[in-house]
């Protein structure tokens, strides 16, 4: 079946850097466009930014500049760096595929001001 593993994330200072992994298992990765969501206590969840097939990327204008998605199809595994941070990226980051619905457990990411 399906899994997701989210890692890496932890409490930084404003303006600090983190990345973020996702490791893929039960899918054919290099196939599958991934997504990185974030929830952030008390809000819906958000979409962040895509990586297609092809590694064409795209993001949410409230990271534009600051968040980088890439992907590793040997490890099956997708990445999210994150710069210049800021308290408003504190949220629970998770990773989704494009095509099956299922969710991982996701890594808190916290940003102290």
């Known amino acids: 079946q399906v899994q997701l593993a989210e890692s890496g994330g932890g409490l930084v200072q404003a303006g600090g850097s983190l990345r973020v992994s996702c490791k893929a298992s039960?899918?054919?990765?290099?196939?599958?466009?991934m997504n990185w969501y974030r929830q952030a206590p008390g809000k819906q969840r958000e979409w962040v930014a895509y990586i297609t097939s092809s590694s064409s990327t795209n993001y949410a204008g409230f990271v534009k500049g600051r968040f980088t998605i890439s992907r590793d199809n040997a490890k099956n595994t997708v990445y999210l760096q994150m710069n210049s941070l800021k308290p408003e990226d504190t949220a629970v980051y998770y990773c989704k595929s494009g095509t099956y619905s299922t969710w991982g457990q996701g890594t808190q990411v916290t940003v102290s001001s």
């Open positions: 039960g899918i054919i990765f290099s196939i599958n466009m």
